[in-house]
């Protein structure tokens, strides 16, 4: 798929899917949040309180991080920015949110963006380990479908960037360095322990968060595959 982003158009067709990926795993992390810490009232001590810490530190960074200019964002809205400065089309994705924020159910919201096929059945798997009530195989999904893939993955696509396309690109470029830095060097051991710590000795839970993996990884490549062919047909249209 990397191979086949040539010009700035083929990479506003990547980003117009992937946003959606940059999206729900902002859901991941928050139900993370909401499994291993206490976001109720009254409050009271929940869980290890490493496992909690570990999770404040990725929420604190991937919710509110500090743009180039080093104002506070989230990594979602940082990637809006970036899709709006090369040109992307973000219609698709604010109508997801304006759906969410009506009230309307995740299917149907999806349903109204008119996300691609190859999307939405991303977004469902993603939803459907969140559903699972299973902490464990979540932050499994979190930690090897994820923040596991990301250093390498996004290397893979901004080597040439700057190359290619001079001055168009640098919100981006920040965006996709910024990741490896904090996924590579930090966020990705944090989600490890936070795997071990949750899975302890059972292996019943090592089990499910073996398969809650597999199944993240096995969506990653079905939507990386949906691009591709949406990329080829574009193509092809050309």
């Not at 959606?20 to 206490?38: I, N, P």
């Not at 604190?60 to 940082?78: A, M, N, Y």
């Not at 999307?119 to 596991?148: L, M, N, W």
């Not at 499910?208 to 691009?227: H, K, P």
Request: net charge negative; glycine share 4%.
């Amino acid at each position: 798929m990397y191979r086949r982003i040539e010009t700035l158009a083929d990479l506003r067709l990547f980003m117009e899917h992937h946003v959606y990926a940059v999206w729900d795993f902002m859901s991941l992390l928050k139900a993370l949040q909401r499994d291993l810490t206490c976001t109720t009232l009254p409050w009271v001590p929940k869980g290890n309180p490493a496992t909690r810490r570990l999770i404040n530190e990725i929420v604190l960074e991937e919710e509110t991080d500090v743009d180039p200019e080093g104002r506070p964002t989230s990594h979602f809205e940082l990637y809006l920015r970036a899709m709006q400065e090369c040109g992307a089309d973000t219609a698709s994705i604010n109508r997801l949110l304006a759906a969410l924020a009506e009230g309307a159910s995740l299917p149907a919201a999806l349903v109204a963006a008119q996300a691609p096929a190859s999307v939405q059945a991303f977004v469902k798997q993603t939803f459907d380990i969140i559903a699972s009530g299973q902490p464990h195989a979540v932050a499994a999904a979190f930690t090897f479908g994820r923040e596991d893939v990301i250093p390498d993955m996004f290397r893979s696509l901004i080597a040439d960037l700057g190359r290619r396309f001079p001055g168009q690109l640098d919100t981006l470029t920040y965006y996709l360095n910024r990741h490896i830095e904090l996924d590579e060097d930090h966020h990705a051991p944090l989600a490890h322990q936070m795997v071990r710590d949750l899975c302890g000795i059972d292996p019943a839970r090592w089990q499910q968060a073996t398969e809650a993996a597999r199944q993240s990884m096995d969506a990653r490549v079905a939507l990386w595959a949906g691009i591709a062919a949406a990329l080829a047909k574009e193509k092809v249209a050309v």
